[in-house]
């Protein structure tokens, strides 16, 4: 018996270990006009505070929504959460929706993206002043693409079946290990995540704002497509820093992935530097190293902790290590009302699940260069017939459909074991769905978009289409889990909190920064 088949036969027998899996998710939206054009607005009042509101905040800028749910162990239970956030969302927004598609709507300026207000406390004014540097580093589209994040967590009866009892601090390494074997596998075979749900082949053209591109895009009207690509949002010309990528941050521990992380938030950056940090009185950016703080790293999975107040995420990593992981490599699903489905939650929680359990060797910068060279090539052209991917760096090649079908032989044994407590059989029957669309590229949800953007015309008819659709869903949608009463109370006691926290400053927002980033300071001395 194979180590992936004593483990599964290990977590399939161990109750709880594969029905608590913990999840949560993030989704981003842009508010937008009836026409398709981005709504300028400030962050509605009615939804709270951005800077405290639990469920409702802001990302990048004003027009740019993110809902939050907090962890479930439910499926069912998570994504009537989301649809709640939606439909509450929905009626505070009068004539405005929520854009269903991960590339912006029609952008007139750049300089109509709003950067995101978290009010006068020092906190928030550093959230915001943080987004001004991303502006200038970066550009304001790139930050205004949306996306899903997945946090997803095994219980500890998982540790248990495999690891048997631990004293708390080598169960923290156990975790941590195998986190790090997981993240380590997603870089391997994630790609099959843009291959099946990226929703990105076509981006409108004001997105570009008379820029070139070195792409070989096809045009529509004011749509710019590739016919076989996946997720352009995942591509260079959506999150991209060329000099992270020469940081080399490993994924072979927590330690080694510290010390990278810590690296690059020490490392400066002669580009970053012209920018300049405090000009004529005004900040422009946190600083000029490669990194501003942690939250600045785009990678599409990242390892987390929870962090205590005031605490940054690789402190909290540091103290007690690996928690859970985020997926960020999901497009916004154009055909879903909250961006998300079933299908995809439970064929993350299947591929995360084999992720843990499968081997996971060390991995080298040559290795990972490989597999980013191959996410790439899913990417830009995932839906090309026999589309080749290098296996590691000894130049071996496989065929997308030959490399997915063997990883789907493996997953149907965990769906088979996930579904055995479960009446009917959903997981099964999301690899059945999904082995299809190995062999029909066409099936995927990239695949499906693009025709629906060459049916209607251009990507702006799609998403307005579907935009005025999902807003009838909203406004006739029936809480389930949430309420009116409880949305409401949440506003208003978010709106408090905000200004407790703006009531209790009492450092001025110079000495509030210089203290935050003492660590910087007293490191480099």
Request: negative net charge.
């Amino acid at each position: 018996m194979t180590n992936f088949a004593t483990r599964l036969q290990k977590v399939a027998n161990h109750s709880g270990a594969l029905t608590k899996l913990g999840r949560g998710v993030e989704r981003e939206t842009l508010r937008y006009k009836e026409d398709g054009r981005l709504a300028v607005t400030s962050h509605p009042e009615a939804l709270g505070s951005a800077l405290t509101n639990k469920w409702v905040t802001t990302d990048f800028s004003e027009s740019l929504l993110e809902f939050i749910t907090p962890v479930s162990t439910e499926v069912s239970e998570l994504l009537a959460q989301l649809s709640d956030v939606h439909h509450f969302t929905q009626s505070k927004l009068g004539e405005e929706k929520l854009w269903p598609l991960s590339m912006p709507c029609y952008v007139a300026d750049e300089e109509d993206i709003k950067l995101a207000q978290y009010g006068t406390s020092n906190s928030g004014k550093m959230k915001t002043l943080y987004r001004e540097g991303l502006k200038r580093r970066y550009g304001s589209l790139m930050q205004i693409i949306s996306g899903v994040h997945f946090n997803f967590s095994f219980p500890e009866e998982f540790w248990d079946a495999l690891h048997g009892e631990e004293g708390e601090e080598a169960r923290a390494n156990t975790k941590s290990d195998a986190y790090f074997g997981l993240i380590r596998n997603y870089y391997r075979f994630g790609w099959l995540i843009p291959y099946f749900f990226g929703a990105s082949p076509a981006l409108c053209s004001s997105f570009l704002q008379g820029k070139e591109s070195a792409l070989p895009f096809k045009e529509l009207g004011h749509t710019l497509y590739l016919p076989q690509a996946t997720s352009l949002r995942l591509s260079d010309l959506g999150y991209t820093n060329s000099a992270q990528s020469e940081l080399r941050i490993g994924f072979n521990s927590l330690d080694e992935y510290l010390e990278g992380l810590n690296k690059a938030i020490h490392t400066p950056s002669d580009d970053f530097a012209k920018i300049g940090i405090k000009v004529e009185g005004e900040y422009r950016q946190l600083n000029s190293n490669v990194l501003q703080i942690e939250n600045e790293l785009y990678s599409p999975i990242r390892p987390k902790r929870v962090t205590q107040s005031g605490e940054k995420p690789s402190c909290a990593l540091k103290r007690g290590g690996v928690e859970y992981i985020e997926v960020r490599s999901l497009d916004v699903n154009p055909f879903s009302p909250i961006g998300i489905s079933e299908q995809q939650v439970r064929f993350l929680d299947l591929f995360l699940v084999w992720s843990a359990l499968s081997e996971s060797d060390p991995m080298d910068n040559c290795e990972l260069e490989c597999w980013r060279e191959n996410w790439n090539r899913v990417i830009l052209e995932g839906r090309k017939p026999g589309l080749e991917l290098t296996i590691g760096c000894k130049g071996e090649k496989l065929s997308l459909q030959e490399w997915a079908h063997r990883v789907f032989i493996e997953l149907n044994e965990i769906a088979q074991a996930m579904d055995a407590p479960l009446a009917g059989t959903p997981y099964q029957n999301v690899c059945s769905e999904l082995a299809e669309w190995i062999d029909n590229p066409e099936l995927t949800n990239s695949g499906k978009l693009l025709e629906k953007t060459l049916e209607l015309g251009g990507l702006g008819k799609v998403g307005v289409e579907l935009g005025a659709q999902y807003q009838q869903t909203f406004e006739q949608a029936q809480y389930q889990i949430y309420s009116s009463d409880l949305m409401e109370q949440e506003v208003a006691r978010s709106r408090q909190e905000q200004a407790d926290i703006e009531a209790s400053d009492e450092l001025s927002f110079d000495a509030f920064l210089n203290n935050y980033f003492d660590f910087l300071n007293l490191e480099n001395q």
